[in-house]
């Protein structure tokens, strides 16, 4: 006895409409390349003051590149390290360094006094301008550079000020040129800030 062999299902008249179309739409889904979301942009405008009381924001300083570096003067260890090395880098750069102006930003406005981020800038390069202002213009200029930073209590009053340890590279005109981790040792800190102003 044969057996017959089994019919195959019916493709209807809309499956027959409708598969180009698909099949089209599903090479074009695998062939075409995924939008990336834009990454934030780092930097941007600030409003503080120097601590010889001048008032400054970022269009003071267009024409130069900047070093910027957020950080607290009771800070035990990180900022020290990197306001040294930031001094270090300045001195290898020789004539060139006059290209570069390197800023550190309190983020203890309570504490960094103008009186006390001079002293303590003292001990460090001369060409480190200290900038500090109200809670709410760090908070502002912390945001734009995408800089954490959060107080946190030790008891009896006393607070330390977890935050993120980031150099940021200002171009002149304004625009992000690049991050660097805070422990970048001077003379990479150098070769890297040499590559650019040239």
Known sequence: MRTRPLARP?????????????????????????????????????????????????????????????GYTSCPDVCPTVLNEMGSALDQLGGEAAKVQPIFVTVDPVRDTAKTMAEYLSSFDPRIVGLRGTA????????????????????????????SSYLYLIKPDGGFAELLAGDVPGHKLADELRRLVR
Do not use: M, N
């Open 136 to 163: 709410e213009q760090i908070e502002a200029a912390a945001k734009s550079y995408h800089v954490y930073y959060r107080a946190r209590s030790l008891g009896g009053g006393e607070y330390t000020v977890d935050h």
């Open 10 to 70: 019916q493709r209807t008249a809309r499956w027959r409409r409708l598969a180009p179309a698909a099949a089209c739409a599903l090479a074009l889904s695998s062939a075409a390349p995924r939008a990336q979301p834009a990454a934030p942009a780092i930097g941007g405008h600030f409003a503080l003051t120097t601590t010889d009381g001048r008032e400054v924001t970022d269009a003071t300083y267009l024409g130069k590149w900047l070093l910027v570096y957020f």
